[in-house]
C-alpha cells in the first residue's frame, strides 16, 4: 500500500485498528458508475457498494450503502429510518453535506456522523468494497467491521 495516499476514511479505520485494504484504480470522470470498480478487480458487483446520501423531510441527512447493481427504494429506506419520506441529495450538494464529492463519496468519515442504513445483501457477502473517499481507491474490509464502525442498520433499502 506504500503508494496510496492515505485518506481520512483510512485514518479513522487506522485509528480504531480495523484491518481493511486500500485498493487503487483507474477511473474515469464521465463514467463513474460502481460496476467499472467491480471490472476492474474482477469481483462481483454484489461485493462492490455504493454510498448514497439523502435527506429526510425534516432535513435529517441519511446515508445509505447498497450494491453497485442495486437501486436504492425510498420508501423501504424511509421505512428502514423510521421517517415519513427520503429522497437524494442533490449531487451539487454533496461536497457540502459529507466532504466527499460524487465517485468518491465514503460511509467512512463524512463531516457529520449521520445515521447510516447497510442493504440486507450485506449479510451475504465475506468482504465489501467502499470508496475510500476518493476517486480511484476502494477499501476492502469485512462487512461486521463496516457495520460496526459506521453503526449501520441492516435492513432491505432496494427495489
Do not use: W
Not at 33 to 53: C, N, Q, R
Not at 120 to 142: F, N, P, T, Y
Amino acid at each position: 500500500m506504500s503508494g496510496i495516499k492515505k485518506t481520512n476514511a483510512m485514518r479513522m479505520l487506522d485509528k480504531e485498528n480495523i484491518p481493511y485494504e486500500a485498493m487503487e484504480y483507474d477511473y474515469d470522470e464521465n463514467d463513474l458508475d460502481g460496476h467499472h470498480v467491480a471490472e476492474f478487480f474482477g469481483i462481483p458487483y454484489e461485493e462492490v457498494f455504493k454510498t448514497l446520501t439523502a435527506v429526510t423531510e425534516t432535513g435529517e441527512y441519511l446515508v445509505f450503502c447498497l450494491s453497485v447493481d442495486d437501486e436504492l427504494d425510498l420508501k423501504k429506506a424511509a421505512v428502514l429510518a423510521g421517517v415519513k419520506r427520503v429522497e437524494l441529495i442533490h449531487v451539487k450538494d454533496l461536497l457540502k453535506v459529507t466532504g466527499y464529492i460524487r465517485g468518491g463519496c465514503s460511509p467512512i468519515g463524512m463531516k457529520k456522523r449521520y445515521r447510516t442504513f447497510i442493504d440486507e445483501m450485506v449479510e451475504l457477502i465475506d468482504v465489501i468494497h467502499v470508496s475510500a473517499g476518493q476517486r480511484g481507491i476502494q477499501l476492502k474490509l469485512s462487512p461486521e467491521d463496516l457495520i460496526s464502525f459506521t453503526g449501520a442498520q441492516v435492513g432491505p433499502i432496494t427495489m
